[in-house]
Protein backbone atom coordinates (compact mmCIF):
# COMPACT_ATOMS: atom_id res chain seq x y z
CA UNK A 1 0.00 0.00 0.00
CA UNK A 2 0.76 4.06 0.02
CA UNK A 3 2.13 3.74 -3.32
CA UNK A 4 2.59 7.61 -5.02
CA UNK A 5 3.40 7.77 -9.05
CA UNK A 6 4.42 10.80 -11.11
CA UNK A 7 4.38 11.01 -14.69
CA UNK A 8 6.73 11.90 -16.83
CA UNK A 9 9.61 10.50 -15.02
CA UNK A 10 11.77 11.97 -17.69
CA UNK A 11 11.28 15.04 -19.55
CA UNK A 12 13.51 17.04 -21.70
CA UNK A 13 12.22 20.27 -22.96
CA UNK A 14 13.18 23.39 -25.11
CA UNK A 15 13.90 27.17 -23.11
CA UNK A 16 10.27 28.68 -22.75
CA UNK A 17 8.32 26.05 -22.81
CA UNK A 18 5.84 24.89 -20.57
CA UNK A 19 6.20 21.43 -18.32
CA UNK A 20 3.33 19.85 -16.35
CA UNK A 21 4.13 17.09 -13.71
CA UNK A 22 1.59 14.54 -12.57
CA UNK A 23 1.52 12.99 -9.13
CA UNK A 24 -0.93 10.25 -7.78
CA UNK A 25 -1.83 8.73 -4.88
CA UNK A 26 -2.51 5.57 -6.23
CA UNK A 27 -4.01 4.05 -2.69
CA UNK A 28 -5.00 6.31 -0.58
CA UNK A 29 -6.23 9.31 -0.57
CA UNK A 30 -3.84 12.33 0.37
CA UNK A 31 -5.17 15.30 1.98
CA UNK A 32 -1.80 16.95 1.38
CA UNK A 33 0.82 16.75 -1.09
CA UNK A 34 4.25 18.36 -0.98
CA UNK A 35 6.41 19.36 -4.08
CA UNK A 36 10.50 18.93 -3.35
CA UNK A 37 12.94 19.94 -5.71
CA UNK A 38 16.37 18.38 -5.59
CA UNK A 39 19.69 19.39 -7.35
CA UNK A 40 22.87 17.39 -7.71
CA UNK A 41 24.33 16.10 -4.39
CA UNK A 42 22.34 18.64 -2.70
CA UNK A 43 19.31 17.54 -0.14
CA UNK A 44 15.30 17.71 -0.77
CA UNK A 45 14.43 21.25 -1.25
CA UNK A 46 10.62 21.59 -0.09
CA UNK A 47 9.13 23.91 -2.50
CA UNK A 48 5.56 24.06 -1.93
CA UNK A 49 2.72 22.50 0.29
CA UNK A 50 -1.01 21.86 -1.50
CA UNK A 51 -4.06 20.90 0.14
CA UNK A 52 -6.65 19.63 -2.05
CA UNK A 53 -9.26 21.91 -2.87
CA UNK A 54 -7.45 25.26 -1.56
CA UNK A 55 -4.35 27.12 -2.99
CA UNK A 56 -0.78 25.78 -2.41
CA UNK A 57 1.69 27.57 0.15
CA UNK A 58 5.00 28.12 -1.39
CA UNK A 59 8.24 28.04 0.36
CA UNK A 60 10.29 31.40 0.71
CA UNK A 61 11.99 31.87 -2.32
CA UNK A 62 9.59 30.19 -4.72
CA UNK A 63 7.90 31.92 -7.82
CA UNK A 64 4.54 30.82 -7.34
CA UNK A 65 3.92 32.20 -10.74
CA UNK A 66 6.64 30.06 -12.28
CA UNK A 67 5.58 27.29 -10.65
CA UNK A 68 1.97 26.46 -10.85
CA UNK A 69 0.45 23.92 -8.54
CA UNK A 70 -3.32 22.13 -8.59
CA UNK A 71 -4.67 19.96 -6.31
CA UNK A 72 -7.57 18.83 -7.84
CA UNK A 73 -8.35 16.10 -5.95
CA UNK A 74 -7.69 14.04 -3.22
CA UNK A 75 -5.57 11.90 -5.58
CA UNK A 76 -3.99 14.00 -7.78
CA UNK A 77 -1.41 16.94 -7.86
CA UNK A 78 0.01 18.55 -10.53
CA UNK A 79 2.74 21.13 -10.79
CA UNK A 80 3.74 23.07 -14.10
CA UNK A 81 6.87 24.73 -15.13
CA UNK A 82 6.13 27.86 -16.81
CA UNK A 83 9.10 29.14 -19.14
CA UNK A 84 10.88 27.15 -18.33
CA UNK A 85 15.07 27.55 -17.79
CA UNK A 86 18.04 25.37 -17.98
CA UNK A 87 18.14 26.75 -14.35
CA UNK A 88 15.12 25.03 -13.75
CA UNK A 89 16.64 21.74 -14.67
CA UNK A 90 16.46 19.43 -11.29
CA UNK A 91 14.83 16.76 -9.94
CA UNK A 92 11.23 17.01 -9.06
CA UNK A 93 9.71 14.69 -6.41
CA UNK A 94 6.33 15.19 -4.73
CA UNK A 95 4.99 13.37 -1.55
CA UNK A 96 1.62 12.60 -0.09
CA UNK A 97 0.48 12.48 2.89
CA UNK A 98 -2.55 10.62 4.45
CA UNK A 99 -2.84 12.62 7.12
CA UNK A 100 -1.45 10.48 9.68
CA UNK A 101 -0.62 11.40 13.02
CA UNK A 102 3.06 10.91 12.84
CA UNK A 103 2.58 12.69 9.52
CA UNK A 104 4.15 10.11 7.63
CA UNK A 105 4.27 11.19 4.03
CA UNK A 106 5.20 8.61 0.96
CA UNK A 107 7.40 9.67 -2.09
CA UNK A 108 7.12 9.12 -5.40
CA UNK A 109 9.70 7.88 -7.98
CA UNK A 110 10.53 11.72 -9.00
CA UNK A 111 10.78 13.26 -12.59
CA UNK A 112 14.27 14.47 -13.86
CA UNK A 113 13.52 17.71 -16.11
CA UNK A 114 16.54 18.65 -17.99
CA UNK A 115 15.55 22.00 -20.20
CA UNK A 116 17.43 22.92 -23.36
CA UNK B 1 20.24 27.56 11.95
CA UNK B 2 19.31 25.06 10.46
CA UNK B 3 16.20 23.11 11.39
CA UNK B 4 18.01 19.56 10.97
CA UNK B 5 21.36 18.99 10.96
CA UNK B 6 23.32 16.32 9.55
CA UNK B 7 26.62 15.12 8.87
CA UNK B 8 27.43 15.09 5.25
CA UNK B 9 30.08 12.74 5.34
CA UNK B 10 30.90 10.14 3.39
CA UNK B 11 30.75 7.82 5.83
CA UNK B 12 32.98 4.94 5.15
CA UNK B 13 32.63 1.17 6.69
CA UNK B 14 33.84 -2.33 5.99
CA UNK B 15 31.25 -4.58 5.44
CA UNK B 16 29.65 -6.04 8.23
CA UNK B 17 30.34 -3.34 10.55
CA UNK B 18 27.98 -0.64 12.35
CA UNK B 19 27.30 2.23 10.52
CA UNK B 20 26.24 4.94 13.00
CA UNK B 21 24.57 8.22 11.71
CA UNK B 22 23.55 11.12 13.76
CA UNK B 23 21.29 14.07 13.31
CA UNK B 24 20.35 16.53 15.89
CA UNK B 25 16.71 19.35 15.09
CA UNK B 26 16.83 22.35 16.65
CA UNK B 27 12.17 22.57 17.29
CA UNK B 28 12.21 21.21 20.58
CA UNK B 29 8.56 20.58 19.92
CA UNK B 30 9.18 18.10 17.34
CA UNK B 31 7.45 14.93 17.54
CA UNK B 32 8.08 12.43 14.66
CA UNK B 33 11.15 11.62 13.10
CA UNK B 34 11.67 9.58 10.45
CA UNK B 35 14.89 8.25 8.61
CA UNK B 36 15.03 7.77 4.65
CA UNK B 37 17.17 5.99 2.07
CA UNK B 38 18.35 7.64 -1.09
CA UNK B 39 20.12 6.00 -3.66
CA UNK B 40 21.71 8.09 -6.65
CA UNK B 41 18.58 9.43 -8.96
CA UNK B 42 15.76 7.71 -7.02
CA UNK B 43 13.70 9.40 -4.57
CA UNK B 44 13.56 9.16 -1.04
CA UNK B 45 12.19 5.42 0.44
CA UNK B 46 11.27 5.54 3.76
CA UNK B 47 13.60 2.98 6.62
CA UNK B 48 11.87 3.79 9.57
CA UNK B 49 10.27 6.35 12.06
CA UNK B 50 9.88 6.70 15.46
CA UNK B 51 8.19 9.23 18.33
CA UNK B 52 8.91 7.62 21.91
CA UNK B 53 12.08 8.34 23.68
CA UNK B 54 14.26 4.95 23.78
CA UNK B 55 15.38 2.63 20.69
CA UNK B 56 13.44 1.24 17.96
CA UNK B 57 14.42 -2.07 16.04
CA UNK B 58 13.46 -3.15 12.24
CA UNK B 59 15.59 -5.81 11.43
CA UNK B 60 19.84 -4.64 10.79
CA UNK B 61 18.16 -1.19 11.35
CA UNK B 62 17.41 0.44 15.03
CA UNK B 63 16.31 3.85 15.53
CA UNK B 64 17.54 6.01 18.74
CA UNK B 65 15.84 9.02 19.84
CA UNK B 66 16.67 11.43 22.76
CA UNK B 67 14.41 14.58 22.73
CA UNK B 68 16.08 15.95 25.75
CA UNK B 69 19.79 16.17 23.56
CA UNK B 70 17.29 17.35 20.27
CA UNK B 71 19.14 14.02 19.04
CA UNK B 72 18.24 11.04 16.30
CA UNK B 73 20.17 8.58 15.15
CA UNK B 74 20.30 5.29 12.78
CA UNK B 75 22.23 2.27 13.21
CA UNK B 76 22.93 -0.33 10.37
CA UNK B 77 24.14 -3.59 11.72
CA UNK B 78 26.38 -6.07 9.79
CA UNK B 79 26.58 -2.94 6.78
CA UNK B 80 26.01 -4.59 3.60
CA UNK B 81 27.08 -2.61 0.33
CA UNK B 82 23.65 -2.88 -0.66
CA UNK B 83 23.30 0.09 2.40
CA UNK B 84 25.47 2.30 0.30
CA UNK B 85 23.36 5.62 -0.08
CA UNK B 86 22.64 8.95 0.91
CA UNK B 87 20.40 8.70 4.01
CA UNK B 88 17.65 11.68 5.24
CA UNK B 89 16.57 12.44 8.18
CA UNK B 90 13.54 14.46 8.59
CA UNK B 91 11.64 15.91 11.36
CA UNK B 92 7.79 16.80 11.63
CA UNK B 93 7.41 19.63 13.93
CA UNK B 94 3.46 20.03 13.93
CA UNK B 95 0.82 18.42 11.51
CA UNK B 96 2.36 17.91 8.37
CA UNK B 97 5.48 19.87 8.40
CA UNK B 98 8.76 18.21 7.31
CA UNK B 99 12.28 19.80 7.63
CA UNK B 100 14.99 17.37 6.16
CA UNK B 101 18.58 17.23 7.01
CA UNK B 102 21.28 17.36 4.04
CA UNK B 103 21.73 13.72 4.37
CA UNK B 104 24.69 11.68 4.81
CA UNK B 105 26.64 9.68 2.21
CA UNK B 106 27.33 5.71 3.78
CA UNK B 107 29.85 3.70 1.93
CA UNK B 108 29.77 0.04 2.88
CA UNK B 109 33.27 -0.82 1.85
CA UNK B 110 33.03 -5.05 0.64
Known amino acids: GAVVSQHPSWVICKSGTSVKIECRSL??????MFWYRQFPKQSLMLMATSNEGSKATYEQGVEKDKFLINHASLTLSTLTVTSAHPEDSSFYIC????????????FGPGTRLTVL | QKEVEQNSGPLSVPEGAIASLNCTYSDRGSQSFFWYRQYSGKSPELIMFIYSNGDKEDGRFTAQLNKASQYVSLLIRDSQPSDSATYLC??????????FGTGTSLTVIP
Open chain 1, 27 to 32: DFQATT
Open chain 1, 95 to 106: SASPGLADGEQF
Open chain 2, 90 to 99: AVNPTGNQFY
